[in-house]
């Protein structure tokens, strides 16, 4: 995610932070051996970007883009958003949403200009003994991989 | 929402409620700099009204709707209905509905004529700091936009 | 429920018992001065009746479908499969169903041959303090409406 | 599931052990006297087999796609990701997904390649006398029927 | 038809013409030995009543909808919205319309309350040589059937 | 259509021009009496505004976000873009879109920045012995409504 | 479809001959090699099997279910149907449908008791100079695949 | 088109191919200076990489990724199979594919591995009388666009 949030300290202009953060994703999953879905999606919520990872679950392609959704809505980092639900529990009815970490914010000047989500597993399963290798929000990803932490 | 509330009072008229509904709904969005989002639906639920707010987050324009469409369902604010699923969960899986505060019911005659939603944040995302600026729901508005308090 | 149940008693027949059902649901509608929406799915979840009562709520017309699916499904009233949820939450995940009091099964010989759903409110909204008058459900009906008590 | 798990063992190739997991699963509903729902799904979520059971209850036929789909996706049986949802309970928010027991993941040389899914009920309804005939899914299969167990 | 078209001029009250139009349609499918579909949508294009007839192709069932949608959003027979399609090929492509025969709007003093629709067929499929007994729209229906002449 | 065509000569910032348009939109259906169905996009397609009409056909309200959509997708107005179905037909079945006159493009400095949508219909239904007070496109709608003429 | 065909005259029963279309069709995909997509519906179009066929386009999957639906909606090979488009082009606007060679209907004493589609290619594409080993329908399958000729 | 045509020249490990279509997909929409939506496919119509362009139309989002899904489902060029309608014009009514030009198909060793889509435009909309800057498609595209050509 390091790469991607620089995007916002290089950039006032809107257009070129979306294209860097574009860039980020794109280089953050080639650095994953192309092993992870990433998607970016624009302040008003549409879809950018969407490409999904070798030999990842199915299920990471269309998350990717509820996270990164789910960021650019609250501008904050999905994991963030999940604890919001202990006290507001129905927010994660709204449509389009998905509160689960691996969605960050992108901005320039403080306010939201982007959403970048990621996911991704290697074909090995869920495996809670190796917790480094996993993020803690049950869907598999690498180390070094570009969720939100 | 006190404009809106207002409609009930002045009309026993169904069709002329619902136009001060909407024009009640439009001034609060200019009062609020057009910085919310809000929609109206009519008694079964129809979308009278929509409009998205200048540089709300995505999500608010859908779920405007929904709340609209909650509180008419039941004639209640949805704020107050948040308060029912604590004994009957399952209401939130009723298609259309949300269960987040923000939506109202409009009576005329005691019956209910519309519903009306609201929904809107500023760019700088979650601040659990400022809750004078922010609604509990989680879905940040100003203070005094069009919801149900 | 009483003239729906009989349906049960009365046939050993698939067709007429649906017929029946269809006719029971129609009566107890009209008793209710069609103040409550009701539905009949049949064995395979293919709705058969669809009726919207006058001035409920706009939600009363799909729950009452997904209700007798659910009924249906399950072949059990749906208030009992509510019941369910305590010990597997996930059920209420599967498409099509709605785990909200108010559905019935229709058998022939034990067997489910149909499901029944119905779901109304008076347009006074939602009364805690008249419990009497509605079910704990949330969706509120009057006493003795076509529900699954 | 017996059958289909040693679908594993038996091949190396892919799309040898994708047909005789499709063999498998029609054995399977052969040997229930096709009164169970079976479905199987290609490692990217595709539907491959999708069958209906005799006299099963309409939610089957969905939901074993849905069972199938949750385990190729995380390669595990959707028993055990059901208790994954203790820590992240969005995770069956994710599109496509259901975290009910009935799902296996199929795999070859340790990667999955194929998801199954099950689900089937006699048409005696809910009866929780007698757990040793009914899984603890709430969904109600037979003895011995193609579930992850 | 006619008994729907009466409706039209025994009443000025929208509630009681909706009323009478669902009891006609009632009548019409009774008349049909329940074998034919039959639907009624209000002014706003909401589904009122549904009912599938016994036997009937499953298409009939949401066919006969979007033909009641299609004659009040015109306040025209569906048979004679068609004709339009000469000049303005594009109207059928506006959401919820088909443009078949087989709907009518019930009108109260001149102006649209309620759309209806009908469509139904022996199980003895496309009979070209039996002009009589079937409609020109391709959509099988008994002579007498409440389509739109 | 002039008052908001005038948009595009007053403003070159793209923000103040979807106001505008907005706001003419509104004044338009003020000018009909409410009596027409609008609509506004913004250029990636996002609805800004959409308002159903008192007493117009159902099928209006959606059909004026997809006319804003086709208009603001290729930078003209749909009357104009039905031309090019002869040429090349299968235009009409990129999803979102609607052939029908009633969509115009908004610009600043030449590039589109948001469309608008029209329709709407006395109860009347259709009469095409009064060319004069309806458009063309088969959605009857009143002269100098705010359709792209 | 020879093998279909004879479903019919061999069963009096539904149950069992729906149970042969099921074997007929998984047959008539094996003399395939499994390079034929197959489905089966029963008489109110539910799917009670699809298989996607080895190497086929992906559009065969759902096409071949929506095949069988026409076929069985009409009672009648949906080439034939094909051919009613000519008279009553909004025939293929009913939801569900697809007017295209390669499903039949399969009867039990005249009635439609299911529904049967198929569709499938080589990988080779289309090439209209072998006009014998693929369809005029467009959809290329082999000489003696289980179409409707 | 030709950058994308290479990869089957190149390769003959399906894997290879598509990470090869993706690069000259990304390279293609880098050439056009991020002007032009782009979308790739695997041979089972799931989308691997979805790309929209700058300033372009909303509806070619979408569109990019139909035409691909298009172009592998018969591994033809989709501007060539735009000619099959004039045969069988209810090919364009199968479900996920969209007939117009933009959409190639991938192949390895002559078997279609994946497949491709382009579209863009410029803002300046349909200019009928520079075609040498535009597809014939109605799509507005740049001359050298990775259009099928």
Redesign the interface.
């Known amino acids: 995610m390091a790469a991607v949030a620089k995007a916002d300290a290089k950039n006032d202009n809107t257009?070129r932070s979306t294209?860097l953060t574009?860039e980020a994703a794109?280089d953050a999953a080639e650095k994953e051996n192309?092993q992870i879905s990433v998607a970016v999606v624009?302040?008003?919520?549409?879809?950018?970007?969407?490409?999904?990872g070798?030999?990842v679950?199915?299920?990471?392609?269309?998350?990717t883009v509820?996270k990164a959704?789910?960021a650019?809505?609250?501008?904050?980092p999905s994991s963030?958003?999940?604890k919001?639900?202990a006290?507001?529990p129905?927010?994660?009815?709204?449509?389009?949403?998905?509160?689960?970490g691996g969605g960050a914010?992108v901005t320039a000047n403080?306010?939201?200009i982007a959403g970048f989500g990621g996911a991704g597993?290697p074909?090995?399963?869920?495996d809670e003994k190796s917790p480094g290798r996993r993020r803690?929000?049950?869907?598999?990803v690498r180390r070094g991989s570009p969720t939100d932490r």
């Open positions: 257009m294209h574009i794109a192309q624009d302040r008003n919520g549409n879809t950018i970007l969407a490409m999904r070798d030999g679950g199915p299920q990471s392609f269309e998350s509820k959704y789910t650019v809505s609250w501008n904050a963030r958003l999940v919001c639900l006290n507001v129905t927010l994660k009815d709204i449509p389009g949403t998905l509160f689960l914010s403080s306010a939201p597993a074909s090995t399963g869920l803690r929000s049950g869907e598999v």
